[in-house]
């Protein structure tokens, strides 16, 4: 099984405290060591970090702790190869465009059959499961929709695909647009807001600690979402089976 | 006016010393500090590094300078911002899926108008003339073909719509689909092919030399195509204007 990082935020955040802690599991204190890769929304822009190498020690990875990139969307995710060669092309998150914005979606768990995909307008180019699952997400919203809809129609959409996709296997997923980050939960998938007033965190993979009091204003609001927690004293809330979460501006709703 | 650097061969190879040579024209030997991109296809997968720093000074651009990825089609750019403000969204390269590849395509010059985008299959997320060309050639594309067809087709159809873009203004560009790539001339673009015997390079932009004797086999073939040359003791051909040239292991054939 694979790992997932999300970040959603009020404000541009950097993730290199978090990220320092999550890269560490893969291949150092966890075993997913078949790739990763990480996207960040900068604006309407997406930047997208790939490495076939493990993130415990990919120079990419090395990159991405050292240069604070600031965002308020951000997916991570390490590879335990299930489904599909390690490889570039089958490194999470996959990136497709629709209405004119980028989309990122990083998923953790195994379908054991896939829907069909009609029409080739999203095409997986890697063999995973994963991107078969995305392709078919975006597909069946562009088809629902020709234009971007408002966001509750988009997520009640969200949530209808989110039900029949999950009858196909297990079904962890990061998705986000730029504006928004949605969260599905199968198995496991645990996430934290952090705002005033802040305190220390300490990861648990590493013994570093960060007082964000001294990084933040009062106003700031940061969502992460990780399939298990990153610290280990602050209060993570799992997620339930079935349970589909949108971050906006830092807080969940429930769908 | 940007600059344009293109790399295709027949065995995996590493840019380091070309970009070495490229990226110091952002902003230091040349003024196109309005952000940069590279971006590289390996097997099917594809890694796109962008920022909006300039190439000289960009943290993105020392891994990229430091971190030998190998790769059998490399497209990367400079940007000096003429139309659309310096952001990620603007960055080129850019990218998209088409029949189950990544495609990347980087433009230098200037559209006076833009040909219509019906359908919204393929839509800008920024807001370049270079995106909306990328999105208007990939969707008309994807209107002829509904599955890959055969390269010369393909090439036949490249042809046919590059000479319609270009009705529109300025229209140097790289383009390529993993498998090989296509490099169009309105102003300023050249090329060299290195193969053995295989002698010294010396870049123009910095005083830096590589004996490729020593890094290469006699079977070994690397195409470089730049806005500019990039050595100053190789010979570079220049494209005339309106010339299309499809660069496969290595080799140019016209179209």
Redesign the interface.
Known sequence: MCQLLGMNCNVPTDICFSFEGFRKRGGLTDHHADGWGIGFF???????????QASSTS??AE?VR??PIKSTNVIAHIRKATVGQI?????HPF???L????WLFAHNGDLKTLPALNH???????DTDSEHAFCWLLQQLSQRF??EPAAEDLHTALRELALQLAQHGSLNFLLSNGEWLAAHCATHLHYLVRQAPFGEAHLIDQDVSVDFKALTTPADRVALIATQPLTDNEHWTALSPGELLIFRDGLPSRL
């Open positions: 900068e604006g309407p822009g997406c930047r997208l970090f790939l490495d076939w120079p990419v990159l050292n240069y490889s570039l092309a089958n490194t990136m497709r465009e209405w004119g914005r980028y080739g307008r999203y095409q997986p180019v890697g020709a234009e």
